[in-house]
């Protein structure tokens, strides 16, 4: 098994222009997936897909950020992007130091329980390894009953800051690397 590949049988490659319909595709899916179980909040109700600057961003994302694709058999089932921090629109604090941050995390809600989005943010910290970089932070919805942020903590991150964007509550989550 190489760096790229899980015990899951997960690969995780780098990304590209190329990779937008598959990623706007999860993304719509998981809009879905979030509404069928009452989740309305977190991503609205409509597809991302036909959200104003849904496609443009996610094209922005493969072609201006770091995005990595995860595949089971050749076929994109996730995406990571990371960037050197958060997005300007978030009212997020800047680290005060160098760091990586996860401003993307998808997977394709047919292989739920993969270990899909665990095995991409282990990719995701071992890259920010690799740049000599300490933190890896990411922002997440904080809503509902707050299974998001245990994901991330489940998966070496720790709270730190809350905020909200307009009405969104969301939580700044953090994990040193090195």
Known sequence: MNDDTTAHGIRIRPGSLADAPAVLDMLDSAVAWMNDRGNT???GTTPYSQNPG??????????ENTPYI???????VGALVLDSGPSPQMPIAPAG?????????????RHAGRGIGAALLAHAAEETRRAG???LRVDCWA???GELVAF??????TPTDRFLSGSWPGQVLARRVR
């Open 54 to 63: 849904g496609v443009e961003r996610v094209e922005r994302y493969t072609t």
């Open 152 to 157: 991330y903590e489940r998966n070496g991150f």
């Open 133 to 135: 970089v300490d933190l």
């Open 41 to 43: 909040e977190q991503w």
């Open 97 to 109: 130091e160098p760091e990586r941050y996860v401003r993307l995390l998808v997977s394709d809600r």
């Open 70 to 76: 995860a595949e089971l058999d050749g076929t994109p």
């Open 143 to 145: 809503g509902g009953g």
